[in-house]
């Protein structure tokens, strides 16, 4: 009888057994993908910093696998975004640049992540997952007219948008400044007022009869006056009308938005799509505004941290990963969703002003920050993933990782076995399960723009992580550390210095790359530069064409090989054609209904 009663018990304990190790069943597991813009992975409790309260991030941390080395592909958004995304680096899309301009900066530009590129959203899709973003993209919208949507996120795989299909950027707030080409600006402006006073000058001396200037030649003079002051001032002027807004899916529902409510709403619609999609497998990547400029004045958390507004935001940011943890937790799908924390790329250290202070990030111990090619401050970023029951709690990963290493990984999960191009990233969850002990990326590639700025090179059955920089940014003024002249660094012709020999670090016992190696201090010195020059030349013959280490071909030649460069001047300047529009452009505008949030 006894026996008997046993079976039951058994079969439940055997049952209940499955699902907490979460190896037990075939129920495709869910994933939350939480991104955050120009965070510093020194403001992170569980990576060190002991001002700024983020006690929910570090409850992930602590319930999951931490990583250490976790690498963004670009220390700037659109190419970092491109490759996490796609799993391989930006060049491979075109999504890099060969002068200043480094990111797309109009929403009616041309420029986008390319139709024929696949991200992780698109092979999810194929394997039955409803698929969304809520946040920020970054990536380009149209290509020929405002209604293709060619890049759009609805076209690359999310299946539900809602957000921000720009960034939060300065000129969204009235008085905080301009982020776009300002120089240009003040130089167009200025050739406006110059023609300006030169047709006051010539009309004043005909009315004074000192010479005879024909009327058809003012008319011309004054509508070549009026043409000049609308190049510069229709697509700068408005640009919180045509970058600033908020669309669902393919539909402009607010234009220009209204950044006080935006946190609110972000986080809204991200806890409504998992409550939405509870029964079946979805991928949602809640990708936040924060911590980009300007910063957010939320009440609730405005004066509340040690660290001014970026403490404030970056506090308001841990309480809205803390909100979505709760919303994944109460719907009892913890054991069955991976769960993901990380950012684009490092902290701005050059933004600040006199009011606020410091507005850009802090990258802990290590050099550089934003847009700073190479060095660590710029792409070192936090990764944190949660799946109780799958992966151990308190584990720490030591090895180098990317965040290129998210579409293999995903595709694993999801079962997604069928043939695919060249990726650049490796399936982690060997590595976060403890199956291995080192990770697969021996070589890892830092772009700066279009050029290879540095390589990380991890030798076999070695603790060592040494990395070559080809060149470096100059930074300014000298000793600084950071470009305070242009605000942000550049990776091309004076604004860098290309060293031979190669600048040499070894990571491990120097990762605020303080101390260059010589071959007096290294004795592999040699060895070193050898083999990393030879991993050059294997990655340059997977490119669509070939590259030299520290340089770029023509971008006729790259187009000849079926890679066209998407930053170029020709696709991220304004077309009124591509703008994105609520109403009947050019008079765009309406608001969000909020009435039921």
């Not at 439940?12 to 939350?32: I, M």
């Not at 001047?569 to 077309?575: E, M, P």
């Given at each position: 009888m006894r026996s008997v009663l046993l079976v039951p018990f058994?079969?439940?304990?055997?049952?209940?057994?499955?699902?907490?190790?979460?190896?037990?069943?075939?129920?495709?597991?869910?994933?939350?993908?939480?991104?955050?813009?120009?965070?510093?992975i020194g403001d992170i409790g569980c990576y060190g910093n002991d001002t700024i309260r983020t006690p929910n991030?570090?409850?992930?941390?602590?319930?999951?696998?931490?990583?250490?080395?976790?690498?963004?592909?670009?220390?700037?958004?659109?190419?970092s975004r491109t490759a996490f995304m796609t799993g391989r680096y930006a060049i491979r899309s075109g999504m890099v640049s060969t002068g200043r301009v480094q990111v797309l900066l109009f929403l009616g530009g041309s420029g986008g992540l390319a139709p024929s590129e696949t991200t992780f959203a698109k092979r999810l899709q194929q394997q039955g997952y409803t698929t969304g973003l809520v946040g920020k993209w970054h990536l380009g919208v149209n290509c020929k007219h405002r209604e293709d949507h060619c890049h759009h996120p609805n076209q690359h795989g999310f299946s539900y948008f809602y957000g921000l299909p720009f960034t939060l950027f300065n000129d969204c707030v009235p008085g905080e400044g301009s982020d776009v080409l300002v120089d240009l600006q003040h130089a167009l402006q200025n050739l406006t007022v110059l023609l300006g006073v030169g047709l006051l000058t010539i009309v004043c001396a005909r009315v004074c009869g000192l010479f005879e200037v024909g009327l058809w030649l003012l008319v011309l003079l004054f509508f070549l006056c009026i043409l000049a002051t609308a190049v510069w001032y229709?697509?700068?002027?408005?640009?919180?009308?045509?970058?600033?807004?908020?669309?669902?899916?393919?539909?402009?529902?607010?234009?220009?938005?209204?950044?006080?409510?935006?946190?609110?709403?972000?986080?809204?619609?991200?806890?409504?799509?998992?409550?939405?999609?509870?029964?079946?497998?979805?991928?949602?990547?809640?990708?936040?505004?924060?911590?980009?400029?300007?910063?957010?004045?939320?009440?609730?958390?405005?004066?509340?941290?040690?660290?001014?507004?970026?403490?404030?935001?970056?506090?308001?940011?841990?309480?809205?990963?803390?909100?979505?943890?709760?919303?994944?937790?109460?719907?009892?799908?913890?054991?069955?969703?991976?769960?993901?924390?990380?950012?684009?790329?490092?902290?701005?250290?050059?933004?600040?002003?006199?009011?606020i202070g410091q507005k850009g990030g802090w990258n802990g111990i290590y050099k550089g920050g934003k847009a700073m090619g190479g060095w660590e401050g710029g792409i070192r970023v936090p990764g944190i993933f949660r799946w109780p029951g799958r992966l151990r709690a308190g584990k720490v990963v030591d090895e180098p990782t990317s965040l290129m290493d998210l579409y293999p990984t995903l595709k694993y999960l999801a079962k997604d076995k069928q043939p695919d191009r060249q990726s650049d990233g490796y399936n982690l969850m060997p590595l976060l399960e403890g199956e291995v002990?080192?990770?697969?990326?021996?070589?890892?590639?830092?772009?700066?723009?279009?050029?290879?700025?540095?390589?990380?090179?991890?030798?076999?059955?070695?603790?060592?992580?040494?990395?070559?920089?080809?060149?470096?940014?100059?930074?300014?003024p000298p000793g600084a550390g950071g470009c305070y002249d242009t605000k942000i660094c550049l990776c091309h012709g004076e604004h860098v210095t290309h060293h031979d020999p190669s600048l040499l670090y070894n990571l491990f016992h120097d990762p605020s790359e303080s101390q260059p190696l010589t071959p007096d201090t290294e004795p592999r010195y040699a060895e070193i530069l050898e083999q990393t020059a030879k991993a050059v030349e294997r990655h340059k013959s997977t490119l669509p064409n070939e590259q030299a280490p520290a340089g770029a071909h023509s971008e006729a030649n790259r187009a000849e090989q079926g890679v066209e460069l998407q930053l170029t001047?020709?696709?991220?300047?304004?077309?009124p054609w591509l703008q994105p529009c609520c109403g009947t452009f050019p008079f765009c505008g309406c608001k969000e209904n909020t009435t039921h949030m």
């Open positions: 058994l079969f439940l304990l055997l049952t209940t057994g499955r699902d907490v190790t979460g190896k037990g069943f075939d129920q495709k597991p869910n994933f939350v993908l939480m991104v955050v813009d120009d965070l510093g991030i570090d409850r992930l941390a602590s319930d999951g696998v931490k990583l250490t080395q976790h690498i963004a592909a670009a220390p700037l958004c659109t190419p229709v697509p700068f002027k408005f640009l919180p009308t045509w970058n600033c807004i908020i669309m669902r899916n393919q539909e402009v529902i607010e234009q220009p938005m209204t950044v006080e409510t935006l946190p609110q709403r972000l986080l809204g619609e991200a806890q409504n799509f998992i409550k939405r999609n509870v029964d079946r497998p979805f991928l949602l990547v809640f990708s936040l505004a924060h911590i980009h400029t300007p910063m957010f004045k939320t009440p609730q958390f405005a004066g509340k941290s040690r660290h001014g507004a970026y403490g404030d935001n970056l506090e308001e940011v841990d309480w809205m990963i803390g909100k979505i943890t709760e919303t994944v937790d109460s719907l009892g799908i913890a054991n069955n969703t991976l769960m993901y924390f990380t950012s684009d790329h490092g902290g701005h250290l050059e933004d600040s002003d006199s009011r002990a080192r990770s697969e990326h021996e070589f890892m590639f830092h772009y700066c723009g279009i050029y290879l700025n540095a390589v990380r090179w991890h030798p076999p059955g070695s603790d060592s992580i040494f990395k070559v920089h080809f060149f470096t940014p100059n930074f300014f001047w020709d696709k991220i300047l304004w077309r």
